[in-house]
């Protein structure tokens, strides 16, 4: 029985490259990362494969089939009933099967690219993994775990452009719908930032956090921290090119960090916005939700 094309050889692959997921809150940097991670030539990284939506799905359904197959057993097979119900390692497994079929993707990507024989690792980038981590480290229990953290009250006000980006926050028209979304994205925050550090504590030497205001400011010191935890090519000839492909610049048609373009997925590229689309009651929402958080990631909350 065939199962899935290329299964053969991502299995032989990976016998000798590591596996890696990279998150974060939506819009800290994590499709900046993932570029930077599958320029390097050691390195495959794809994004986002959206597996959290079946895993979301997945648990849901085994319910329901439980439910049917123990009505079934109990009224006709009763003490002669074959099938079992299924429980989480059917779940896991199952999950494992469809990351593997997506990292099949990556592997011939990166085949393409002519990587195969220097790969080291390979990975897929999504935010949504941060969801439900601790399940995702039940299914890749070998995995490690790459998460940005950028200062949430950025990643909200980057967020809003991404999805009206002809809406001025604090226009009056859009007020209100901006200010009511401020808290819900503060407990995200707060609680992914809380996920990333219990998971940190956890799996000691297995995950890594990047701070999106420092790759900011010195993306080469950055990338070669990365890239020396993964024990890879950390060369200064190695980070210039990888930077170079992936500065703002090269990345938005020759913008300069700054120079906003609201239609952009890659819209301005700075630190520090929310302070010209925050007034004074907007930050007072999220640091009443998030302030304790913001302070103990090293963020100024006035």
Not at 10 to 16: A, D, N, S
Not at 49 to 76: G, Q
Not at 97 to 121: C, H, I, M, P
Not at 242 to 252: D, E, G, I
Request: glycine share 8%; proline share 4%.
């Amino acid at each position: 029985m065939t199962f899935m094309a290329g299964t053969d050889e991502l299995g032989t692959l990976l016998e000798r490259v590591g596996l890696f997921i990279v998150t974060g809150v939506t819009k800290s940097g994590t499709t900046w990362l993932q570029r930077l991670l599958d320029s390097h030539p050691q390195i495959a990284c794809g994004g986002e494969s959206k597996l959290n939506v079946l895993l979301t799905h997945l648990a849901p359904a085994i319910r329901e089939y439980n439910t049917a197959l123990s009505k079934t057993n109990a009224k006709i097979y009763k003490e002669d009933a074959v099938y079992r119900e299924l429980g989480e390692p059917q779940l896991l497994t199952a999950m494992q099967y469809f990351f593997l079929d997506r990292l099949s993707a990556v592997q011939r990507t990166a085949e393409a690219a002519g990587k195969n024989g220097a790969l080291r690792w390979i990975g897929d980038k999504d935010p949504d993994y941060k969801r439900q981590l601790s399940t995702w480290r039940a299914i890749l229990p070998e995995a490690r775990v790459i998460s940005t953290t950028r200062d949430g009250r950025d990643c909200f006000v980057s967020l809003w452009f991404h999805l009206f980006p002809d809406r001025e926050p604090l226009a009056a028209e859009n007020r209100a719908d901006f200010v009511g979304r401020i808290k819900g994205h503060a407990a995200t925050w707060r609680d992914t930032m809380a996920k990333f550090q219990k998971d940190s504590a956890s799996f000691p030497g297995r995950h890594f956090s990047l701070r999106y205001e420092a790759m900011l400011g010195d993306t080469p010191a950055e990338m070669t921290r990365l890239f020396n935890w993964l024990d890879c090519d950390a060369e200064p000839a190695t980070i210039e090119a990888v930077v170079a492909r992936n500065s703002f610049s090269a990345l938005s048609g020759g913008r300069q960090p700054g120079e906003a373009d609201a239609q952009s997925f890659l819209r301005k590229g700075i630190a520090g916005d929310w302070k010209n689309h925050f007034d004074e009651e907007c930050n007072a929402l999220y640091c009443e939700v998030a302030g304790e958080a913001l302070v103990a990631a090293g963020y100024e909350v006035r």
